[in-house]
Each structure stands twice: as C-alpha cells, then as structure tokens.
C-alpha cells in the first residue's frame, strides 16, 4: 500500500534561518500518514495506532519557496502489532529529495494504552497489497 500526499508549506514552518524546522517534517510525516492509515483500516480503526518509532534522515532543506512537499508512504512490513513504513518526501518545487524516513506503528488495545495483535482482517488487507 502506497499514498501520496501533498502538504504545503506554511510560513509558520520557517525557523529564524528561513528554512522549514526540523520538528515540522514530523509533522509533514503525521499529516500523509493519516490517508495512507484510512485507506488500509476500516471504519476508523486507523485512530488506534501510535508511533513507536520513527528514524529520519535529512536530505536537503526545504525553503518557503519550494511551496509544498510530496509525503509518499509505503507499507515495509508487519509485525504482531505493528506496521513498519518507509516514508519519503519530495519537494514540489523541483523534485529533490528532501528526507527519508523508517517508521514502527503500534496498534494500542482497548484501553489505548497498550499494543493490541493486529486484526486478522487487516492482516489480509495488508498482505494483498
């Protein structure tokens, strides 16, 4: 499974060096991972899972003027009860790569405070993609 999302920049973004700051390309991260999480869960599921662990490298810097990224999401495997990604963004304004990024996300049980065994149905979703 693999989405693409397009998240603009926003002049709040910017640090005092006039380039995005590094905590905001979480955010850019978090904001493509919501569709890529509707289109493999149902029914809204997809409010169940919480990051466990996220590595980034940071390829290149994104300036105001670059407009927007693309946030591609791609499905890199499945544990127990979790889901590992691999992320990466793009500039729009002329295509380089601006990050990289490995991702574990943990289904939380009932309660939302513990992992939970991914559903069997979404087990075959994921596996037939």
């Given at each position: 499974?693999?989405?693409?999302?397009?998240?603009?920049?926003?002049?709040?973004?910017?640090?005092?060096?006039?380039?995005?700051?590094?905590?905001t390309y979480l955010t850019y991260l978090?904001?493509?991972?919501?569709?890529?999480?509707?289109?493999?869960?149902?029914?809204?599921?997809?409010?169940?899972?919480?990051?466990?662990?996220?590595?980034?490298?940071?390829?290149?810097?994104?300036?105001?003027?670059?407009?927007?990224?693309?946030?591609?999401?791609?499905?890199?495997?499945?544990?127990?009860?979790?889901?590992?990604?691999?992320?990466?963004?793009?500039?729009?304004?002329?295509?380089?790569?601006?990050?990289e990024a490995k991702a574990v996300i943990?289904?939380?049980?009932?309660?939302?405070?513990?992992?939970?065994?991914?559903?069997?149905?979404?087990?075959?979703?994921?596996?037939?993609?």
């Amino acid at each position: 499974m693999t989405t693409e999302t397009v998240v603009p920049l926003r002049w709040s973004d910017m640090d005092a060096m006039g380039h995005v700051n590094n905590a905001t390309y979480l955010t850019y991260l978090e904001t493509a991972r919501e569709p890529w999480f509707e289109a493999i869960a149902a029914d809204g599921d997809y409010m169940r899972f919480a990051m466990r662990r996220i590595e980034v490298d940071f390829l290149s810097q994104l300036r105001f003027e670059d407009g927007a990224v693309r946030v591609t999401i791609e499905l890199d495997g499945v544990g127990t009860t979790s889901v590992r990604t691999r992320e990466r963004m793009t500039a729009e304004s002329d295509g380089r790569l601006v990050l990289e990024a490995k991702a574990v996300i943990v289904r939380l049980d009932d309660a939302g405070v513990g992992s939970a065994p991914l559903p069997d149905e979404l087990r075959a979703r994921l596996a037939a993609v």
